[in-house]
């Protein structure tokens, strides 16, 4: 069963597009990479445990979905400034990405 939000919720969940900028494995991390991402109007420090899914390298130039609106978390003693999204089955995790270029900062709606 999923659990249900109503609508008020939803809407203050900040959504946009951000381009990674740069990206680099976190040191005694299996998982985490640092990257710094593109808004638009700003650029942020995102922490996010993608490492076993994708090589840093390959993350540079790339657009995807983030929240921008969460409270900075602190991992490994870095802060994250915003949450990427991705998506993970049994052998597989990917991040959401538009099928087309968009303009970092763009709001989902």
Same mark, same amino acid.
């Given at each position: 069963?999923?659990?249900?939000? !109503?609508?008020?919720?939803?809407?203050?969940?900040?959504?946009?597009?951000?381009?990674?900028?740069?990206?680099?494995?976190v040191?005694?991390?299996?998982?985490?990479?640092?990257?710094?991402?593109d808004?638009?109007?700003?650029?942020?420090?995102?922490?996010?445990?993608?490492?076993?899914?994708?090589?840093?390298?390959?993350?540079?130039?790339?657009?995807?979905?983030?929240?921008? !609106?969460?409270?900075?978390r602190?991992?490994?003693?870095?802060?994250?400034?915003?949450?990427?999204?991705?998506?993970?089955d049994?052998? !597989?995790?990917?991040?959401?990405?538009?099928?087309?270029?968009?303009l970092?900062?763009?709001?989902?709606?």
């Amino acid at each position: 069963m999923y659990l249900m939000i !109503n609508f008020e919720d939803f809407e203050k969940v900040d959504l946009r597009i951000g381009k990674i900028l740069t990206a680099e494995k976190v040191e005694e991390s299996e998982k985490l990479v640092k990257m710094e991402v593109d808004f638009g109007e700003e650029k942020r420090q995102v922490i996010a445990g993608i490492g076993k899914a994708y090589y840093s390298e390959e993350l540079i130039g790339k657009r995807a979905v983030f929240v921008v !609106n969460l409270e900075p978390r602190i991992m490994m003693g870095l802060e994250s400034q915003a949450m990427i999204l991705a998506v993970k089955d049994i052998d !597989n995790m990917s991040i959401l990405i538009p099928e087309k270029e968009i303009l970092p900062g763009s709001k989902i709606s």
